[in-house]
């Protein structure tokens, strides 16, 4: 749940840290047995590192292993600002 910022150039921000698993529990789940089925390379790709997958030529999605997610969403939770910074322009 995020707080409504008094400033509408404040940043949305958290009102407790979240552990990136608990956001994943949220999402859809599917079951990799048919993209393994029909597209073995891809998935083979993906169990090493992340994949963007594109569409019309444009960069559509990335699919990446649960620990590289885990290791993108901690670094990101801990560069987050944390100061109430305004920046003015």
Known sequence: ?????ANPDE???PTRD???MEA??????ADIAVLET???KLIDAAL?????L??????AFVLLPVD????LAREAMARRITSKRVIEG
């Open 11 to 13: 940043a949305v921000r």
């Open 24 to 29: 994943l529990e949220a999402l859809p789940r």
């Open 38 to 40: 029909s597209q073995p």
């Open 1 to 5: 749940m995020s707080r409504r910022p």
């Open 48 to 52: 090493r590192g992340a994949v963007v």
């Open 18 to 20: 979240i552990d990136p």
């Open 54 to 59: 594109t569409r019309h030529g444009r960069d």
């Open 68 to 71: 590289e997610f885990q290791t």
